[in-house]
């Protein structure tokens, strides 16, 4: 920070610091719309980027221009180069992106910054912040269990690291034992932990939230009051704390279009024939925690399917063509997660949930995630698929099998292994792909052959996977 001139800039800013297992991201995003339709010129990081690194630093809602970014970027990085030593040495990845974006910040003179902690809290990198304005915890749940510790409690006392002495905390509902933490970590720093509720959606005017799922509105709720916390501790305008409406501001803020990429967003394929777009629709969510996998089967199946009443279904129709409403759905799941997380955990949740909405999926494709072999600075191009551990893909595939068959055994799998375009090892309910590419070839190809059928595919268990799907359909 003392090499990039910065710690006389971080204490004046006006600062907006939000930890959590769920929500975070959709918290900061819908903050820092309503901060910038009440006039503010705001900044944004969050983390990870799915495509392009600049959707960490949002500017006043949009992502920092290559140009912007090239001269900030080489600007810190030369300065900490100069001055690295054995005692001090360049910043790991995270520390570096989290000093570029304070630093960008600071000299885009931004009214507010909204931090999104990238992992636990207590020693994350945008901890080094010591006087925000506010701080937020969203929904707590079990991630990064390696680092953070088995129990919700232990969990907890990370994410209760970002609190400040006498600091106000917001925080939505949580497990008991969760709360008990927090509840103790902020009486230790005698800080004030207020409680907040789901956003209730009358409140809306009618109008539907930025972002998709149900989930979003106990997210929206913890965005108002932290908008609301800033607001009256910077002097601004202030929010009645039991108003029946929301502020005009508000409202825009929370119904505008906002940028999440790969949360609960819908893509249909283009690269299939054009005037069929919904043959071939991917679902794209990057849920990667039990409680995140329910939300997201849930949107999921109420994505899939028209809903009951008959205004929504006449709209579900608009948005479906005739033709698409004709041809038989089938959902397909695209998965892959990091070894570190338990397929068991993720999986059977997954299955019940969307079984519970009636929706069954046909196959399920395993692959590698590609995005981890890209080094920056590195010339190294991705694996080739022979190259690729497979392993990983084949312990879910087993996992996936069990569950179909009931744990009964007896699942009858080929081994494919000569042809790379195709599945490397293809089982009654599911297949493992070498690659990225080879799966979604496989999709293109089904539905070309199949006039009669449509895919919904659902993409999870991985943001890099998420993000890897989205630049290889955007190509």
Not at 200 to 211: A, E, Q, S
Not at 235 to 240: A, I, K, N, S, T
Request: net charge neutral; aromatic share 8%.
């Amino acid at each position: 920070m003392q090499i990039l001139e910065l710690e006389e800039p971080i204490e004046k800013m006006k600062i907006i610091h939000v930890a959590g297992t769920k929500g975070k991201g959709s918290t900061c995003t819908f903050t820092e719309s309503i901060l910038r339709h009440c006039g503010f010129r705001t900044g944004l990081f969050t983390s990870p980027h799915l495509i392009d690194v600049r959707e960490r630093f949002r500017l006043d809602g949009l992502d920092i221009s290559e140009e912007k970014f090239l001269a900030y970027f080489w600007w810190c990085f030369e300065r900490l180069k100069e001055k690295s030593t054995n005692d001090i040495p360049m910043p790991t990845y995270f520390r570096f992106l989290a000093l570029l974006a304070l630093k960008i910040f600071a000299a885009e003179q931004v009214d507010v910054a909204i931090l999104e902690v990238g992992l636990g809290g207590k020693f994350d990198a945008t901890n080094v912040v010591q006087a925000p304005v506010v701080c937020g915890i969203s929904s707590l749940g079990y991630d990064h269990m390696e680092i953070l510790g088995n129990t919700l409690g232990a969990i907890a006392g990370e994410k209760a690291g970002i609190f400040k002495s006498r600091v106000p905390a917001l925080t939505v509902p949580q497990p008991d034992e969760a709360m008990r933490v927090l509840e103790e970590k902020a009486s230790r720093l005698d800080v004030p932990l207020q409680l907040v509720r789901p956003l209730d959606p009358n409140m809306l005017n009618g109008l539907k939230l930025g972002l998709e799922g149900e989930h979003q509105y106990v997210n929206a709720g913890l965005a108002i009051a932290l908008s609301s916390t800033w607001l009256q501790r910077t002097g601004h305008l202030e929010y009645p704390e039991h108003s029946t409406s929301l502020p005009e501001q508000y409202i825009k803020g929370l119904t505008a279009k906002v940028s999440l990429q790969g949360r609960a967003q819908i893509v249909p394929d283009r690269f299939i024939n054009s005037e069929s777009p919904e043959d071939l629709v991917f679902y794209l969510d990057g849920a990667h925690s039990p409680e995140s996998m329910e939300i997201c089967a849930r949107w999921f199946s109420h994505s899939v399917q028209p809903p009951v009443t008959s205004r929504s279904s006449h709209d579900w129709v608009q948005r479906h063509p005739i033709e698409t409403v004709r041809k038989n759905s089938e959902q397909i799941l695209l998965f892959n997660c990091m070894s570190v997380r338990d397929p068991q955990l993720l999986l059977p949740n997954l299955m019940k949930t969307c079984a519970s909405h009636g929706v069954y999926f046909k196959k399920a494709l395993f692959v590698p995630n590609t995005s981890v072999y890209y080094k920056v600075g590195s010339h190294s191009l991705p694996p080739t698929d022979s190259q690729v551990d497979l392993s990983w893909q084949f312990a879910l595939q087993k996992v996936w099998e069990n569950l179909m068959q009931g744990n009964k055994g007896g699942t009858v799998c080929e081994e494919l292994t000569d042809d790379k375009e195709i599945a490397v090892k293809s089982c009654e309910n599911s297949a493992v792909f070498p690659s990225l590419p080879s799966a979604i070839q496989w999709l293109r190809d089904t539905v070309r052959q199949s006039k009669s059928v449509r895919f919904q595919v659902l993409v999870t268990g991985s943001l890099h996977l998420v993000g890897d799907v989205l630049r290889f359909i955007k190509k």
